[in-house]
Nanobody
């Protein structure tokens, strides 16, 4: 059974940093994408960054250069380092996994999701 869980959210002031972690287990895909998404109140789910089984990484333009994604050597935990946070970054952040390569514009293609971790950035 696939199990996803996020951690590391919290409240910071604008310009601060947070490091999110996603622990993923139970999947058996040979080709997969682990993606980070966020959803602000009243908004749709937005792709932030993704890393696939070939270690190709994609970023949304809004976070490129600020939110590097990485993974532990055992590939069980992926991290999203969020730097220079802005108030508009406030959202619930989710990690999710799909069988296939990363398409951050298609959250519906991701079959398994964690419960999310809240990030709040104050001005």
């Amino acid at each position: 059974q696939v199990h996803m869980v996020e951690s590391g959210g919290g409240s910071v002031q604008a310009g601060g940093s947070l490091r999110l972690a996603c622990a993923a287990s139970g999947y058996t895909y040979n080709t997969y994408c682990l993606g980070w998404f966020r959803q602000a109140p009243g908004q749709g789910r937005e792709g932030v960054a993704g890393i696939d089984s070939d270690v190709w990484i994609k970023y949304a333009d809004s976070v490129k250069g600020r939110f590097p994604i990485s993974q532990d050597k055992d590939k069980n935990t992926r991290h999203l380092q969020m730097n220079n946070l802005k108030p508009k970054s406030t959202a619930m952040y989710y990690c999710a996994i799909r069988n296939g390569y990363c398409d951050l514009a298609a959250p519906g293609e991701f079959g398994y999701w964690g419960p999310g971790t809240q990030v709040t950035v104050s001005s």
